[in-house]
């Protein structure tokens, strides 16, 4: 199937743990992004990467830090896990062409719950 | 700085009743404008979008939406819900690079 695909789906964790979150896409994009859905829904975007170059880094805590090894993947690990960190973390991608307008593809979304 | 405004946080609707969901974005330059949908428990897909053109756009599921650029409004429509049209619906902008997301509505459609 094309797609973006995150794993894990679920991440339960204890406060101060380290995690990563992965994220894949075979739709032949060159941008990603990670955006953060807290608990009443709202949806800020994190980063985006494009060709694995950082174009976007909103006001995101250090301890986040994402990872792009190449154009099909963006990983996004986590140092010190803070209660705070709980939310759904959702990957999307985007294939940016001057002079061409397309929309984001979003994938399932990992929840993380941070004991 | 851009931002988007939804103005119903919950509506709540019987079967074939009419659906209109406000949305408002604040930026002064060309946007992009979309719609997704997030069923419970799924990831957001797109419903539909407007680059440029005709300003009445058409989506999937029977939905549209209009946009009034005098009123930097792009509301959602849809002339009769159904049960699975249950969801959270996220307008969004894209304007300067950046895709900014409403806080969401969350439609209940009653069987």
């Known amino acids: 199937d094309t797609a973006v695909s995150q794993t894990p789906k679920y991440l339960v964790t204890q406060m101060g743990n380290d995690k990563s979150i992965k994220c894949e896409q075979n739709?032949?994009?060159?941008?990603m992004y990670w955006y953060k859905q807290d608990s009443k829904k709202f949806l800020k975007i994190m980063f985006s990467?494009?060709?694995?170059?950082?174009?976007i880094n909103e006001t995101v805590p250090n301890r986040f830090s994402p990872k792009s090894p190449d154009k099909a993947h963006l990983n996004l690990h986590i140092n010190s896990l803070e209660l705070g960190d709980s939310a759904v973390y959702f990957c999307?991608?985007?294939?940016?062409?001057?002079?061409?307008?397309?929309?984001?593809?979003f994938g399932p979304g990992t929840r993380l719950t941070v004991l | 700085a851009q931002s988007v405004s939804q103005h119903n946080h919950h509506v709540i609707l019987s079967e074939a009743a009419s659906l209109e969901l406000g949305c408002n974005y604040s930026y002064g330059g060309t946007v992009n404008l979309f719609w997704y949908v997030q069923y419970p428990g799924q990831h957001l897909q797109l419903l539909l979008k407007y680059f440029s053109g005709d300003p009445l756009v058409k989506g999937i599921k029977g939905f549209e939406a209009e946009f009034i650029k005098s009123k930097f409004s792009f509301n959602l429509r849809k002339p009769s819900v159904q049960w699975s049209d249950t969801a959270e619906y996220f307008c969004a902008v894209r304007g300067g690079g950046k895709l900014i997301f409403g806080q969401g509505t969350e439609l209940s459609v009653k069987p």
């Open positions: 999307a991608s985007r294939l940016k062409l001057a002079g061409v307008h397309n929309e984001q593809f």
């Open positions: 990467y494009n060709n694995k170059e950082l174009i």
């Open positions: 739709l032949g994009h060159d941008t």
